[in-house]
């Protein structure tokens, strides 16, 4: 950009014009203040995201436990601020499934929460707690609100009672009438609620009840056959992705030993998965012949990312905003204030 140089080639360190600062050329990556070299992290990480284990790493290549760990999770918290920056935009989503994992801990049981667009296979976010609760939805669904634009939406969950409530309290906007007091909310238009309920016994699914909570049938079916096709209702998209996290995830596969001790170490490997899935992964439903990953189909980007690209993807730092003050500002506050801000 324009104001950024080059300020020193060899140590690989810019300059900005405004401020008269220097910083590293790998500030918001995963290479950034890292001792360890690029070539091993990218070695580290592209054999973890498959779901390698760790342990074969340690004796294949002879890494040390901590810095593979640290690896891991560098990378877990640069493709979350990667994906709040690049894929939570305001844009027409369609259709959105979401869904739930039971994982086993240490600790007990968390709940992880995710949502995707159904259309283009992309993973919007989640959130892991260990409570299964309305504020684990309202903060999933607001995850979902940042990435949607208002307007018609087709959200299709599974059966628990608190997504259809999060859905109804956070997709809302408010209405500004000119007068004094909080403005009053009211909700998008033409969103559109589905539930697929399933009915266990003996840990077996032996009835499946699919039902239209909001929006009349005849447009429920019309979004449904623009972005499913032929069939009925389903959250079969998500199930997908959750068979990948299974398979990429040690802690989630069923009946293993492999325990996750801190609800942190899940939302990583939650992050690492679900962007390598969006930004590396090409999916064959999508374009039949030809590599298309989610990100591709919904206009993100215009190729498909190697986890090198992706692990190296600077995040910007976020707008600075001026801490709230009593009274009135100084002159040199207000000048600061302008500079950063317009």
Known sequence: MGNIGIHAQQEQRCIGHAGHKTFSARTGTVFSRLRTSAETVGLVVTWLAPGCPGQAMVAAFGFDERPRADCWARSGRQGQTAHAYLVEQPRELGQVQADELRVKNQGGIVWMAMAMMGQTRLWRGGEVSPQRDMPRMRRLIERVRRCAMPGPLWCCTEG???????????????????????????????????????RYERRRVVDTERRMVAGPPARVETRRRRSQGDGVINTASME?????????????????????????????????????????????????????????????????????ERLAFPVPLPRWVPPKQRGRPSRAFQRLIERWCS
Not at 265 to 270: A, D, K, S
Request: with cysteine.
């Open 160 to 198: 628990l009672c608190p997504s259809l409530r999060a859905m109804r309290e956070t997709l809302r906007e408010p209405v500004h009438t000119g007068t004094g007091g909080r403005a009053r909310r009211r909700s998008w238009r033409h969103v559109l609620l589905a539930q697929v309920v399933k």
């Open 240 to 308: 997908r992705l959750h068979a990948t996290l299974r398979e990429r995830l040690a802690p989630l596969a069923r009946r293993c030993r492999a325990l996750a001790r801190q609800t942190q170490t899940l939302h990583e490997g939650m992050c690492v998965v679900g962007t390598v899935s969006n930004f590396c992964t090409p999916h064959e439903s999508l374009h039949a012949g030809q590599k298309t990953t989610p990100a591709m189909a919904a206009g993100i980007t215009d190729h498909g990312w190697t986890l090198q």
